[in-house]
């Protein structure tokens, strides 16, 4: 009888031991910081990315070995790697494997602080917002020296660098050229209310 107790005694201490040890490296894999340092950092990815190219710009700023190696186990049980978004993602301190690749699948990103300047060119505003955003500046360009697009905001080429109101606006990094445009004569219409134009009639 004692020995059946100390051998049930014996596996339930094993038994205990295998699960510390799973969550011990469950946590270690998928839970523990992955980011190295104290301060946040931004992963952008392009329309070109692969998973190998995800990959790399995660391990520029990441502890190396079994932090990555999380991460890659997720990917591999996951159908991210034929469905990448695009984006700018901030990765911070104290977040795991498990938060991070949460936010890449889920295109959870955090948006940039998107600067219009005092400027009154086409050329100028398009090669300032390609600074900030995924968009390169010729592609800007022709849509702002687009006539239909001009006339779809009320505008047209000689113009439309009026409907950009200089501003700090918090907007996602892989915005469209539509969705920039869009946004922009929102926040013109949303400024120029019936107060600021009664004054600028007089």
Known sequence: MKRKNNTKRNVIILACACLGIIIGAAYMFFFSALLVGNDTK?????????????????SEF??????????????????????IRTGRYAVRPGEGSFVVFRHLKNGLQTPVNLVVPSVRTVDRLAAEFSKKLMLDSATIYHALADEATCQKY????????????????????????????DRM???????WNAERKEKAQA
């Open 42 to 58: 931004y992963v952008y990815i392009d329309n070109d990315d692969t998973i190998d190219s995800v990959y790399t710009k995660l």
């Open 62 to 83: 990441s502890s190396k070995g079994t932090k990555m190696t999380g991460f890659k186990m997720l990917v591999n049980n996951s159908k991210y790697a034929d469905n």
């Open 154 to 181: 009320g505008y047209d080429t000689a113009t439309i660098a009026a409907m950009f109101i200089p501003n700090t606006y918090d907007i996602y990094w892989n915005v469209s050229t539509e969705k920039l445009l």
């Open 185 to 191: 004569h929102k926040e013109c219409k949303r400024f």
